[in-house]
């Protein structure tokens, strides 16, 4: 892994990923036409351990005042974007980062210009974060934010910010319903919010029948619940979503009109097809060596190199373990992907 270190204040910021310039991201379904300025933006997720998103209001005196977003601003010449986070986050909100992770890319267009945010994980940092222009901060809950009005460029963000940190892949296929019901319940106890549903190897039949019992669960619990390949299935038995494999991205026309779309990729070719055709994140494989896996493993360089601002969230798969978040999210990536079912979180 490249790390970069910079100096704030004395002592140091680590960046985690390595140092980038302001270039342009991947472009996607939401990337906007060159015929406006660009503007390129460090923007910082400053998250506390209730998982509140720290957003700060505009000052008086600067454009757009009063409306929310989150910390940092523009990249001067001369800087890269986490050089110019790190002095955003200094001369905004005066807090000095010490570990940065990097996370997404995306454009939005305004009326007379194009933003380029590049979007950091402010991990750790000194300090108290205070508004140094006379602006008001407030740690929000990213899927209902309290404050109003929000810069429309923050939306995106706050959307995939939304997405938890693990999901569990589970399969109907040699677990009975008892016990599968059981571990749901206390995975559910412990934070878990996202599913993957599988349903090789068993009759549709019966795993319709076990999907239309686990997503009521899951929903009393707060979860969302994806179905592996089938949007007919997902719809036929109330999903959140579907996630469609790797195989079937090249045919695709366009996103299932789901509520909630994710693609499995296992190169770089079909991460920019999922992000052209809009997926609301994605899950790469396999990072590391796995039993189940057929193809070898990319590593944690190739992962890095490959999502690199991406602008959807990514989930690392194969051969991930809950103490593996870390890494994962140094790398690039928004969270891990278990399988073995709702007992392996």
Same mark, same amino acid.
């Given at each position: ?12 910021? $680590? ?30 997720? $400053? %998250?506390?351990?209730?998982?509140? $998103? ?12 009063? *409306?929310?977003? @989150? ?11 986490? %050089? ?14 010490? &570990?940065?992770?990097?996370?997404? &890319?995306?454009?939005?267009? *305004? ?16 300090? &108290? ?28 963000? @706050? ?11 589970? &399969? ?33 039949? %019966? ?40 195989? %079937? ?32 994140? $994605? ?5 590391l060596p796995a039993a189940h896996a057929d193809e070898a493993a990319i590593g944690w360089e190739a992962f890095r190199k490959w999502t690199h601002d991406l602008p959807v969230p990514v989930y690392a798969f194969g051969g991930m373990r809950p103490e593996l978040l870390d890494a994962a999210r140094r790398h690039g990536a928004h969270g891990i992907a278990l399988l073995g079912g709702f007992c392996r979180t």
């Open positions: 892994m490249a790390v970069g270190v910079g100096t704030a204040m004395g002592r140091q910021t $680590v960046f985690q990923g390595g140092s980038s310039a302001c270039g342009p991201g991947h472009p996607d379904r939401n990337t906007p036409p060159r015929n406006r300025p660009v503007v390129c933006v460090a923007a910082a997720v $400053v %998250q506390g351990a209730d998982g509140r $998103v720290l957003l700060a209001e505009r000052p008086r005196g600067k454009l757009s005042a009063g *409306y929310w977003e @989150l910390p940092g601003g523009k990249v001067d010449a001369g800087e890269s974007v986490e %050089q110019a986070l790190v002095r955003e986050l200094r001369e905004e909100i005066g807090i000095e980062p010490e &570990t940065i992770l990097p996370w997404m &890319t995306y454009e939005h267009a *305004y009326t007379d210009k194009t933003v380029r945010l590049h979007l950091f994980r402010v991990a750790t940092w000194r300090g &108290t974060p205070r508004g140094q222009e006379g602006q008001r901060l407030s740690w929000e809950d990213p899927r209902a934010p309290a404050v109003a009005p929000l810069l429309s460029a923050n939306h995106r963000a @706050l959307q995939a910010l939304r997405l938890p940190p693990i999901c569990a892949i589970a &399969t109907a296929k040699g677990h009975g319903e008892a016990q599968s019901f059981a571990c749901l319940e206390r995975a559910l106890a412990q934070g878990l919010r996202l599913l993957l549903l599988h349903g090789r190897g068993v009759a549709p039949a %019966q795993f319709a029948q076990f999907a239309r019992r686990i997503i009521p669960l899951a929903r009393r619990g707060g979860a969302m619940v994806l179905i592996e390949g089938d949007e007919s299935m997902a719809r036929k038995v109330g999903a959140d979503g579907v996630q469609s494999r790797s195989m %079937q991205l090249a045919s695709l026309a366009g996103r299932p009109r789901m509520g909630l779309w994710a693609a499995s990729c296992h190169d770089a070719a079909g991460l920019a097809r999922a992000v052209a055709l809009g997926a609301d994140f $994605v899950v790469l494989s396999p990072v």
